[in-house]
């Protein structure tokens, strides 16, 4: 059973900075495409940050490109992704996602998510 469980949301001031866990079971994680997704109340989810399967390729949301990093271990099958220069756009349930192939078909798995709040 594939599950993704994020952690390290919280509230933050503006220019603060947080750090993101996705611990992910049920799959083979070092084969699987990671990303982080965030939707902010009454807008639509949008990709924040992607990572293939050994790391060595990483795209980033042109709003948060030299702000927010992603990265992963493939040892502890967690996904991170390490938030600086906080703004208060960046208020929103971040989700983790996972792209697994499976017999050639791909298949899009989702966390529940972790609220980040970025306010004074």
């Known amino acids: 059973q594939v599950q993704l469980v994020e952690s390290g949301g919280g509230l933050v001031q503006p220019g603060g900075s947080l750090r993101l866990s996705c611990q992910a079971s049920g799959f083979t994680f070092s084969r699987s495409a990671m990303s982080w997704y965030r939707q902010a109340p009454g807008k639509e989810r949008e990709l924040v940050a992607s990572?293939?399967?050994?790391?060595?390729?990483?795209n980033y949301a042109d709003s948060v490109k030299g702000r927010f990093t992603i990265s992963r271990d493939n040892v502890k099958n967690t996904v991170y992704l390490e938030m600086n220069s906080l703004k208060p756009e960046d208020t929103a349930v971040y989700l983790c996602?996972?792209?697994?192939?499976?017999?050639?078909?791909?298949?899009?798995?989702w966390g529940r998510g972790t609220q980040v709040t970025v306010s004074s």
């Open positions: 996602n996972a792209i697994i192939t499976t017999w050639g078909i791909q298949h899009s798995y």
């Open positions: 990572i293939t399967s050994a790391g060595g390729s990483r």
